[in-house]
């Protein structure tokens, strides 16, 4: 688990093939306060970085050259599985953040994104929540999860390891409910909705809820159309 020094920012890497962009993200979150502690121009550049500066976020863009942002997320945090990675793309539905948001990735973010907005991203994955809300993440994963061919997540996928009552409660993520929502829908206080969430996480080697929204679609807890979703999935 990480211990992050009292009052230190998060540590933040950026990987971007163009220059503009990785400048202009540097100037804007040091002069937030939060310390960017290199830059890649590439996939192979990132992972070689991460190794050495052990950021806490690394700014990953999708398509570079050399090698893309897809595979330089899963051997990051294959080497150093504490690191956040925030996708950086141009598409809000970009079919890669599907893969990513598979392999580990705790979100993605638009490069047209406001200052302010990438600024609290960062240090909203630094906590180890994802960027993305539960209902987003569905609906990103409704889009593409048919479309995309199987491959090897990155989670464990052995739901037998669920008590009934967790099970039900990964279901409801994938449908994109709220712990607010889980709450009310399963008649259970919000503390203890957590606890179940937790447990969940724990058992399948999940980071945070939007790899628990792509492993409800991939093991079919959910599919594709399931109209049993809450209002504000459909937000």
Do not use: W
């Amino acid at each position: 688990m990480r211990t992050p020094e009292a009052d230190r920012g998060p540590r933040v890497l950026v990987v971007d093939d163009q220059t503009l962009i990785r400048t202009g993200f540097r100037l804007i979150l040091t002069a937030r306060g939060i310390d960017v502690v290199g830059e890649a121009a590439d996939g192979a550049e990132a992972v070689s970085l991460a190794r050495e500066l052990t950021p806490d976020v690394v700014l990953m863009d999708i398509r570079m050259p050399n090698m893309d942002g897809l595979e330089a997320t899963s051997r990051i945090l294959q080497h150093t599985p504490d690191c956040r990675v925030l996708m950086l793309t141009t598409f809000d539905l970009d079919r890669y953040v599907y893969k990513a948001l598979s392999i580990g990735a705790s979100g993605f973010l638009l490069k047209d994104v406001t200052p302010e907005h990438l600024a609290a991203a960062v240090r909203l994955v630094n906590t180890g929540d994802a960027l993305l809300a539960p209902s987003i993440t569905r609906r990103l994963v409704e889009r593409f999860a048919t479309e995309i061919p199987a491959h090897s997540p990155v989670v464990h996928t052995d739901l037998a390891t669920l008590t009934p009552r967790e099970l039900e409660v990964l279901t409801l993520l994938g449908r994109g409910l709220s712990n607010t929502e889980l709450a009310d829908r399963l008649t259970l206080s919000e503390a203890t909705v957590k606890s179940h969430v937790a447990r969940i996480f724990a058992k399948l080697t999940l980071r945070d809820r939007a790899q628990a929204v792509v492993l409800a679609y991939e093991t079919g807890l959910v599919r594709p159309g399931d109209s049993n979703t809450s209002r504000s999935a459909e937000q």
